[in-house]
């Protein structure tokens, strides 16, 4: 009797086999993900062939789920959390607790089932903006770079004056890159 191990192995490649088509849409990152419905009928087929049965679960703090063959099982997990329901844009709740319970196991589920079978969904994350966590880092290299100054105070009015802003939080990436610049200039000269 084949092991589950061995079963979700082919079902992996007989799943990399398929058309699979993405029908998710997130208009405001813009980029398109696979829904439970784009994998899930075809991914039945092929359990049921291979004769894998999935039992999902939310137990423990964790949302799990398990494929089963025969006395063999394999789990999947990763920690459940229960956000608080969005608001909507009058600031009341955008649905009912019991939706946005429904809303949030359908998104662990989906999740679980691209991990345990090798679904890529590499768009999401090569489509992030990753700039705001690059003005971070810029800000706390700037902050780091004025504590080493003579006078904190003085170079943090300087700033403020010259790149007329509020905040150090407030400049710019190019302001950011350009004081930066001038102190590391000023710290070793």
């Known amino acids: 009797m084949q092991k589950i191990n061995e079963a979700i192995i ?17 208009r405001f990152a813009n980029f398109d993900y696979y829904e ?16 894998i049965n999935d039992i999902f679960t939310i137990e423990d703090g964790y949302a799990k789920l398990t494929l089963i063959k025969g006395e063999n099982m394999q ?12 608001k909507n844009k009058n600031g009341q709740p955008s649905m009912q607790q019991i939706q946005y319970l429904g809303a949030l196991n359908t998104y662990y589920k989906r999740y679980l089932y691209l991990n345990a079978f090798g679904i890529t ?3 999401v994350i090569d489509s992030m903006d990753n700039s705001n966590l690059q003005h971070e880092d810029d800000i706390l290299e700037l902050e780091a770079l004025i504590n080493k100054t003579p006078d904190v105070e003085k170079t943090k009015v300087w700033i403020l004056k010259t790149y007329n802003v509020p905040a150090i939080n407030d400049l710019d990436r190019g302001s950011l890159k350009s004081v930066i610049n001038i102190l590391k200039q000023r710290l070793t000269s």
């Open 10 to 26: 082919k079902a992996r490649v007989e799943l990399q086999k398929t058309n699979l088509k993405k029908s998710g849409r997130n």
């Open 121 to 123: 969904d590499g768009e």
């Open 75 to 86: 789990s999947y997990a990763i920690p459940f959390v229960m956000f608080d329901v969005p």
């Open 36 to 51: 439970l419905a784009d994998f899930l009928p075809t991914l039945n087929i092929i359990m049921e062939r291979l004769g």
